[in-house]
């Protein structure tokens, strides 16, 4: 392995649907090192997607300080208690930074055995800045998902873009940083890892902003070795169900006593989710795995402590 970054010129993207080792959950980690491009919601809504179509589902927050992820399942357990509803609720754990890398790794291990042996699919949020933690869960992805704004102050981490001619000019900090992990992985007989970049919250108008993206994104794509989902839009729906734990996969038509009652714009906004878990070409749920219903409470085993 050499320190010096080589972009893939063959990249070893997956381009068929991946296979499910047997008993053995499916492991996506949601990450980018830009703070605020829609991770923890992309975790939450992606988990509460796969748990509709009735697999069993780990969700585990290494952004354990800021806890977006742990407060929103949180909130949803408050809120099925509060009304008296059901609902289905992942197998949740937050693991704490400490700064010592040892201990970090047996934590983070201790949180992801019971997940990948008792579920079907893990999804692990993670902060956006580089820490061990967020790197250590990179090694450990079968898919890779990297929400980006719209943005190319976003798209600045994974490349230097020539201004006139908007080509790309290198990678840059987080694709170097994939790039690492991936060889890691591979060192370690790791199956390649499957990175998906998705666009997040595109503009309804045709900007020349978002054209550019487009552009610039496809061209980094082949140059650095991702594959491309259309993703979500800019929609209050994605934030403002946070208090209550809930997404717009939860609202029904009429209300059926879950959250406001589903809109034709909900509907629209539930498909771009669906589209999004359907590009990601996950395995299907493995029918052989242990039946254990999740226990959420019990599985927390690192809230966040004040200070
Ligand atoms: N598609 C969207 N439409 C509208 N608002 C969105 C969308 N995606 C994310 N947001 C909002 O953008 C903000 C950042 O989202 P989020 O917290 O999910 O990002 P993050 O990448 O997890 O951030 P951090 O790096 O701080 O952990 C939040 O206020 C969230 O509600
Ligand atoms: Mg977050």
Redesign the pocket.
Known sequence: MTDTFQPAVNPSIVQVQSVREPGRAHVLVIG?E??????????LHIAVSLMSDRAKVATIDL?AR?G?LTRYIENRAAYLRRKGVELAMPMHAAVMASGDSADEKARFEAALEPAVLGTDFVVI?T???DTHLSRLAHTWADTLLT?LNDSFIDLDLLARIDPETLKVVRPSVYAEAVWKQRQIRSMQGARPVDWIVMR???SSLAARNKRDMGTVIAALAKRIGFRVAAG?????I??EL?LNGLTLLDLKRGGGGIGPSLTMSHVAARQEVRDLVAALNLPPPDAAAPSAVPETAAATPDRPTAG
């Open positions: 980018n830009k703070g605020g491009s829609g991770k923890s919601t992309t975790a952004d800021q977006t949020d902060p956006g800045s929400p997040n919250r595109l979500l839009s800019e929609r209050v994605y934030r946070f």
